[in-house]
């Protein structure tokens, strides 16, 4: 009985929250891999991109509940995705179109995109407070437990009860969804294949009469979609707050990176690998290991290797150590 409430205490506070996380850590990693593999450019302001894609969608959310309409025991936000999808896209297109074309057509290299791109995050990050403002927001409703303490208790007769969030079981469900879409719009259709055809080999593509700047405007097109998506279910699992988007830059590069820049796979990958690192090396282990080793051995301290507050120095760690051993990452990346 012991080594069940163990399991149920690890997969309350590490296995389901690592999941989740590391679900919407993935979509968002896709996205900055795309950048890289196909527009051949580390794009920092991506961060701010899911910020306002969520904005837009947060925004649009809030006028459906003012209206009264409801997805029932769904989150109302559900509804409002495709609208942040199309704002989003817009000013991806607006930047592209204003900014980064100027650089693509001088052939600039791609240290001057990053630079570029720094600057856009900026811009970003001040329309997005400007817009909705720095603090946090809350957006949710519907049911907000899939399964709750008393009905497992009930259920199984443990003493350490298993709490699954609504919107967990939504990320998870949504995020291979969309994965799986994405890979069957890359392998099976012609823009996809274009796509893979552009990041494999720019000069030949251009040979075979691919349309470079359409391929462009799909990428965009794609990334706004992942990181929208992604943004909504990070801001719907936790809260909205423009600085945090900020912030999870560096776990997502880190995702990115750790499982191959420009490999999708790799950032699927890249992003549980980072999300289970965080959640385990930040949780404290006290009560889990209470429940397996005996009284006389049980830990009389928090067992906690790191407190969550610094769960980004993980992130910071494992890209360095990537970085020094493993540069090209779990999967090789470079192409999509």
């Not at 407070?129 to 437990?145: C, H, K």
């Not at 990041?199 to 470079?212: C, H, V």
């Not at 990115?256 to 990958?269: D, K, N, Q, R, Y």
């Amino acid at each position: 009985m012991d080594m069940l409430n163990a399991f149920v205490a690890l997969s309350n506070f590490v296995l389901i929250p690592a999941i989740a996380y590391g679900s919407q850590l993935a979509l968002g990693a896709l996205g900055v891999t795309l950048v890289y593999g196909i527009l051949r450019f580390s794009n920092f302001a991506h961060g701010d991109t899911m910020a306002f894609g969520t904005m837009v969608a947060i925004l649009v959310t809030w006028g459906l509940q003012s209206l009264g309409v409801s997805l029932g025991p769904l989150p109302t936000a559900l509804l409002a995705i495709p609208f942040g999808i199309v704002g989003c896209a817009l000013l991806l297109l607006a930047t592209d179109r204003l900014v980064f074309r100027f650089y693509r057509v001088q052939k600039a290299v791609p240290v001057i995109l990053v630079i570029v791109s720094m600057g856009v995050m900026f811009v970003y990050n001040g329309l997005t407070r400007l817009v909705i403002g720095p603090e946090n927001r809350t957006f949710a409703d519907g049911a907000r437990y899939l399964v709750n303490a008393r009905q497992f208790r009930e259920w199984t007769g443990l003493a350490e009860p298993l709490v699954i969030r609504g919107t967990q079981a939504i990320t998870v469900v949504t995020a291979v969804i969309v994965v799986a879409l994405l890979f069957w719009f890359l392998t099976r259709t012609r823009t996809g294949k274009s796509m893979r055809a552009f990041s494999d080999n720019e000069d030949l593509a251009l040979l075979s009469g691919i349309d470079p700047e359409r391929v462009v405007r799909v990428t965009w097109l794609i990334v706004a979609a992942l990181a929208t998506i992604a943004g909504v279910l990070y801001g719907l699992d936790k809260s909205f707050m423009p600085f945090t988007y900020f912030q999870l830059l560096l776990p997502i590069f880190a995702a990115a990176i750790v499982g191959g820049l420009g490999s999708p796979l790799g950032a699927i990958a890249g992003g549980y690998v980072i999300a289970f690192s965080e959640v385990a090396i930040t949780y404290a282990w006290k009560k889990v290991l209470g429940y397996v080793l005996p009284d006389s051995l049980a830990p009389d301290g928090l067992v906690q290797l790191m407190a969550t507050d610094y769960k980004f120095a993980v992130s910071f760690m494992i890209l360095v150590v990537v970085l020094l051993f493993r540069p090209t990452g779990l999967f090789r990346g470079k192409s999509v």
